[in-house]
């Protein structure tokens, strides 16, 4: 994907209370946080993940308004202000907690609309358009998927989903939205 590209994608409706594409805030982050970055991309936030010179991140995340996640504090200092956050912890798990909560990030309302891979948002494709591309045994039990504009990457909701979600719900302490589950 073209850094910074947006796909028509972005503009259709969707469910819920606004569209992902309106989805704040958006984020980039350093080389550190790639495992951080897809479980953000996930829970449906834009997250740019570029193996990036300092100098350009700094200019993506201003022209871009996005907040800089990073582990290096000498990044986050040189950008000294609320668009860059230094993540305390090493675990990914521990890294999701610290980021929803500290930007009160919604966990729920857009899991899976956005490709982890590279982070464009996907869409509802028929099973015809994705039958060759999906092992057998999920096009003869699955009914709806998603394919991502940018990558190809095609998505169901398959075990995998109920283990994401148990995962956040561990990763977040048993919280989503900041209340109790």
């Known amino acids: 994907m073209v ?3 947006r796909v ?18 958006r984020f980039v982050a350093d080389v550190m946080l790639g495992r951080l970055a897809r479980w953000l991309r996930l ?4 997250v740019l993940y ?13 022209r871009e308004d996005r907040i800089l996640l990073s582990r290096d504090r000498a990044l986050v200092e040189t950008v000294g202000d609320e668009r860059a956050y230094f993540v305390r912890n090493q675990r990914v798990d521990r890294q999701v907690a610290e980021v929803v909560r500290r930007f009160g990030l919604d966990t729920e309302n857009f899991l899976f609309t956005r490709c982890t891979l590279c982070n464009t ?7 015809e358009e994705v ?16 394919r991502c504009p940018g990558c190809g ?21 048993g919280e989503e939205n900041g209340s109790d589950a």
């Not at 028509?8 to 409706?13: G, I, S």
């Not at 570029?50 to 201003?62: K, N, P």
Request: charged share 25%.
């Open 131 to 146: 039958k060759n591309k999906v092992p057998p045994y999920v096009a003869s039990t699955q009914q709806e998927f998603w």
């Open 121 to 127: 948002l996907v869409v509802p494709v028929t099973l």
């Open 8 to 25: 028509a994608a972005e503009t259709e409706e969707t469910q819920g209370p606004r569209a992902p594409s309106e989805l704040k805030p």
């Open 50 to 62: 570029e193996h990036l010179a300092d100098d350009v991140l700094i200019d993506l995340l201003r």
């Open 43 to 46: 829970l449906g936030y834009d």
């Open 153 to 173: 990457q095609v998505y169901w909701k398959g075990s995998h989903l109920g283990r994401a979600k148990q995962w956040l719900r561990k990763a977040l302490g």
């Open 3 to 5: 850094l910074g590209a």
